[in-house]
DNA sequence: AAGAGGTTCATAAAAAGTTTGTAAAAGCGC
DNA sequence: GCGCTTTTACAAACTTTTTATGAACCTCTT
């Protein structure tokens, strides 16, 4: 597991299912999330459904080839592509990469050689779009990019563990969210079998969220289970 | 001559004169601009002052060698590198593109192969201008072709390395910026685990744009992640 | 139905561990 | 030498973790 590595998604385009398989197994053993294709117009599908870092594709293919899905890729998106093919010749990689490919190898390629470029090209990649969206329920509206918490139109200053747990409590708003769960996303799925942490953190979220910590409005307890975040109306 | 390599600065590096006069002819005859130097620490030095949009490189040279080059560029720099080498093993190919390498192209090579990775690459290079346009934003402004920066209408003194660090705050007011960011952006993507710098410089640009550097109104420390600088309404 | 025993929950506060601000010394390049 | 950057040091401020205590709650027994 690597860290640079966790998490990146890499869509991977071939009609031979021995190609995808032997690719998917490799990629994925590096920490990769993969999904694969076996046609250029369904690439596109799942590109755009799925918003891959990265894209793997062969040049002989039904439907779309490799160079097309090149010209339709680059007219919407920047991702690296990395072309694969039994074609050596130097026309097929000048056209391919006139297309919009970053990347040429030749099959049969080495492993080891064709995942050095994938890191390569995955450094270039703008780093950790921010998945995290802004959330606004009820009284309630966190930006993440921003680090900031409003409470009716008031701006609370949280520590980041605190943050943490309102994010994840927000998210996950109107529905009772178990000590596990919660300690595994803010500590770690290790320190899954500390409850202590979370009284004292929501205790303290209590102190600054709610107009009476003792008896709170927002953010209640669910016996023996966990906790429950219930936005004002 | 086409477009889109118009005015682009290529510089080669290679000890064998023979490669670097025919990459420089062909080069220039698709009209980007060419330097060459023979050994890696020539290159660095030709890097400096030129800064060139893409560097091709040999692996086995004088002083420094083809994988401590890219190390050291890829200190500094983003800049597309392209590896050509005499040695097609896998191992050699890894480690180049490990150490920063985007490409890795065999000798002997099609020259038309190497002209279309070598526009392939310059396609990911932002246009300059993009990074240097004026930003204003609250009581700030600041013109990066002068180097200078205007608080309420009055002109700062900044040196060098703080201007880079407000510049980089200014273009993300209102969102918290991470150490790391901060770090990669102003000293390289090598240094993010020193975040002593930050602390120094934060604390003379404060001085320097607050009217209260202790209790700061613009440049704010986001505890535990970064800093966040939020303009004056 | 009431009470004992055990578990969970809330709260406060001490202890431990990090981070931050600041000053100043050392290093570097012109 | 001079200005800028890097390194070092340390106290102050802050966050997280640990610990302690009492209240609330459930279960089981009588």
Redesign the pocket.
């Known amino acids: 597991m690597q860290i640079s590595g966790e998490h990146r998604r890499i869509l991977v385009v071939d009609d031979e299912p021995q190609i995808t398989r032997v690719l998917r197994t490799t990629l994925s053993s590096q920490g990769y999330d993969i999904r694969t294709a076996s046609d250029g117009e369904s690439a596109l599908e799942t590109f755009h459904d799925w918003s891959p870092h990265l894209v793997i594709t062969d040049l002989a293919m039904p439907n779309l080839d490799g160079v097309g899905l090149c010209r339709k890729l680059r007219e919407k998106s920047q991702v690296p592509i990395i072309v694969l093919s039994v074609r050596g010749q130097e026309r097929n990689k000048v056209e391919a990469l006139d297309a919009g490919a970053d990347d040429y190898v030749t099959k049969p390629f080495g492993m080891n050689e064709l995942l050095a470029r994938v890191r390569a090209h995955l450094r270039r990649v703008v780093p950790e779009e921010k998945q995290e969206q802004a959330i606004a329920v009820g009284d309630f509206s966190l930006d993440p990019e921003a680090r900031r918490v409003l409470v009716r139109g008031e701006e609370v ?1 949280l ?4 943050f943490e747990v309102l994010s994840y409590l927000l998210r996950h708003a109107g529905k009772a969210v178990t ?1 596990r769960a919660l300690l595994a996303a803010v ?1 770690g799925a290790n320190s899954t079998e ?10 303290q979220l ?2 600054k969220i709610e107009a009476d ?2 008896n ?1 409005k927002y953010l209640l ?6 906790y429950r975040f219930e936005p004002g109306e």
Chains 1, 2 share one sequence.
């Open positions: 200053r520590t980041p563990k605190e000590h500590w500390q409850p202590e942490y979370l009284r004292v953190f929501v205790g209590r102190k910590p003792a709170p307890t669910e016996p023996w289970v966990g």
